[in-house]
């Protein structure tokens, strides 16, 4: 039994370790960052000796979001060699579908043929497999339905390919577009916490690539993968009959498709790689990089989605929660998997087990800041020194939570701006770190929508 005296030695130990931990990482990943852009500049342009390889576009989709139109288009201006859309229940989708297409603003070119397909089941793994099977393309390339490319965009996903023979899958780093045009080219309250998260994403992305070639994740929003490895027949049983808590719960899994394919590639040895956007990371309000087909010819692989701008936008959140918590309790427990993992890719497999104990660290800060508030009352009076302390603790956890935000904090916002989008984003990261929780409650939950 610890002694009620030791207690707040081992808060205060806990939380000193917690803030050494985000400093060190934060301020790693700010220097590393600038560097990944020129360590990979020459893989944005195909090698001139081998041939740029045939590509095939495969999205799922259900009731086919209202972006689904734009998004073909977009992908339509980069001449992929096929778009195969695959619906699901009831029949009338798939002909549904197939009426959207005719309105397409600009017409298929002779080389790029759209092919429309129906699975058994409305379960976007399922659907996926289909899709891969179907493609007989060098590259196949899994897109959201609401996902929008520059025109340049296939020319970079697949550049690094002719370039690196035991590359298996290129990630673009993700935009957010504004989900309504109503209100021009800002950005609404939700979508600004979501552009900024995503800046993190990418930041982690470039610096566990630079240290080891992993990353936590994959992109699920647009992603290029070596088609061989999709069709092979091992993969096909394992991503369609994986289940959410182990063999025999009859929970197969639905979405986290990007999770099981970054697993997927590290356990057999394949390479992945980051492409760097230059915007870093994010398209900026003036809507530099719209993604339409209608737009100019962009800078790289610009690859952007839209958002919920609501607070249902953390129905998504939940979603990928409970895909990070089974893909991180696989990827770096203490089985087969993991063992690959941390012998291949070491600071990436840390980082899941720094995201799982990540999701509890509010009530480490929660007990500092109580200790550093309460132990200074004599009743009503709180003594100015442990008032000092209290502060200088929530100093801490302000500055360590934002530090590794800073770059994007400071790149787009100026003045009273930037303390309201840090306060308000401060708050968004507290409330992530309460859906994971619940996630880690509800991970039984197999829903893709």
Same mark, same amino acid.
């Given at each position: 039994m610890v002694k009620v005296e030791f207690m707040p030695t081992i808060i205060h130990t806990l939380f000193n370790i917690?803030?050494?931990?985000?400093?060190?990482?934060?301020?790693?990943?700010?220097?590393?960052?600038?560097?990944?852009?020129? =360590?990979?500049?020459?893989? *944005?342009?195909?090698?001139?000796?081998?041939?740029?390889?045939?590509?095939?576009?495969?999205?799922?989709?259900?009731?086919?979001?209202?972006?689904?139109?734009?998004?073909?288009?977009s992908w339509l201006a980069n001449l992929p060699n096929e &778009?195969?859309?695959?619906?699901?229940?009831?029949?009338?989708?798939?002909?549904? &579908?197939?009426?959207?297409?005719?309105?397409?603003?600009h017409r298929p070119p002779p080389s790029t043929r759209i092919t429309v397909l129906a699975a058994e089941a409305a379960n976007k793994r399922q659907q996926l497999a289909l899709g891969f099977r179907?493609?007989?393309?060098? &590259?196949?390339?899994?897109? $959201? $339905?609401?996902?929008?490319?520059?025109?340049?965009?296939?020319?970079?996903? *697949?550049?690094?390919?002719?370039? *690196?023979?035991?590359?298996?899958?290129?990630?673009?780093?993700?935009?957010?577009?504004?989900?309504?045009?109503?209100?021009?080219?800002?950005?609404?309250t939700w979508e600004e916490l979501a552009r900024i998260r995503l800046f993190g994403d990418a930041?982690?992305?470039?610096?566990?690539?630079?240290? $080891?070639g992993g990353v936590f994740c994959g992109s699920g929003t647009t992603a290029a993968y070596r088609g061989a490895i999709l069709r092979d027949a091992a993969f096909q049983r394992f991503f369609t009959a994986e289940e959410a808590l182990g063999r025999g719960t009859n929970? !197969?899994?639905?979405?986290?498709?990007?999770?099981?394919?970054?697993?997927?590639?590290?356990t057999r040895g394949w390479d992945v790689l980051v492409l760097p956007h230059s915007d870093y990371g994010v398209v900026g309000a003036e809507g530099r990089a719209a993604g339409t087909s209608g737009g100019g010819r962009g800078r790289g692989g610009e690859v952007a989605t839209t958002m919920r701008d609501s607070?249902?936008?953390?129905?998504?959140?939940?979603?990928?929660?409970?895909s990070d918590w089974l893909a991180n309790l696989r990827a770096a427990g203490p089985g087969g998997e993991?063992?690959?993992?941390? =012998?291949?890719?070491?600071?990436?497999?840390?980082?899941?087990?720094?995201?799982?104990?990540?999701?509890?660290?509010?009530?480490v800060e929660f007990l500092r800041l109580w200790d550093g508030w309460a132990s200074g009352?004599?009743?009503?009076?709180?003594?100015? !020194? !442990?008032?000092?302390?209290?502060?200088?603790?929530?100093?801490?956890?302000?500055?360590?939570?934002?530090?590794?935000?800073?770059?994007?904090?400071?790149?787009?916002?100026?003045?009273?701006?930037?303390?309201?989008?840090?306060?308000?984003?401060?708050?968004?990261?507290?409330m992530q770190q309460g859906v994971k929780v619940w996630a880690l409650l509800t991970l039984g939950d197999v829903n893709w929508t």
């Open positions: 917690l803030l050494c931990h985000r400093y060190l990482t934060s301020l790693l990943s700010i220097l590393l960052w600038p560097i990944y852009s020129r =360590r990979t500049a020459r893989l *944005l342009f195909p090698s001139p000796s081998s041939p740029e390889p045939t590509a095939t576009i495969v999205c799922a989709t259900i009731n086919a979001s209202s972006n689904l139109l734009s998004s073909i288009d &778009i195969i859309i695959i619906t699901a229940p009831p029949a009338h989708n798939q002909q549904r &579908i197939s009426d959207l297409l005719s309105s397409l603003p179907r493609s007989a393309s060098e &590259i196949t390339i899994i897109a $959201d $339905d609401d996902t929008t490319w520059s025109p340049s965009t296939l020319r970079a996903l *697949l550049s690094p390919f002719t370039h *690196l023979p035991r590359l298996g899958a290129v990630f673009p780093e993700v935009q957010i577009r504004p989900s309504s045009h109503a209100r021009g080219s800002g950005f609404g930041i982690d992305g470039r610096t566990s690539m630079l240290l $080891d929970r !197969k899994l639905n979405a986290g498709d990007d999770q099981t394919l970054t697993r997927w590639l590290c607070w249902r936008h953390f129905g998504q959140v939940l979603r990928w929660s409970r993991g063992r690959v993992a941390w =012998r291949r890719q070491p600071f990436t497999a840390w980082t899941r087990v720094a995201w799982c104990l990540g999701s509890f660290t509010f009530v009352k004599a009743g009503w009076v709180i003594s100015s !020194k !442990k008032r000092g302390d209290a502060w200088e603790v929530l100093a801490h956890v302000v500055l360590s939570r934002l530090l590794r935000y800073l770059p994007f904090l400071l790149w787009h916002y100026r003045g009273i701006k930037a303390v309201v989008v840090s306060v308000l984003f401060l708050g968004y990261l507290y």
